[in-house]
């Protein structure tokens, strides 16, 4: 089995749509301070655009992990 884990941080646009960036393999200490600060600089920063105009603020953010088990392998 194996495991995955996603940052995924959740902002709204201008227009008011949920806009989310995923990140892979977050640092296992990663704290929820940091993770608002990084959103704040993102923000702040006007590092991305999306088709709703320009992020205005937060939202949501998560670690989502994913057990993965393969059941099958085909022979080579």
Do not use: C, H, W
């Amino acid at each position: 089995m194996a495991t995955t884990t996603t940052l995924r941080m959740s902002f709204k646009n201008e227009a008011g749509k949920t806009v989310s960036i995923s990140l892979a393999n977050p640092k296992e200490e990663l704290t929820a301070a940091e993770v608002e600060a990084a959103m704040d600089l993102i923000i702040a920063k006007n590092i991305l655009t999306t088709s709703g105009g320009d992020l205005v603020s937060k939202y949501d953010a998560k670690i989502i992990s994913t057990d993965t088990t393969d059941l099958y392998t085909p022979p080579v």
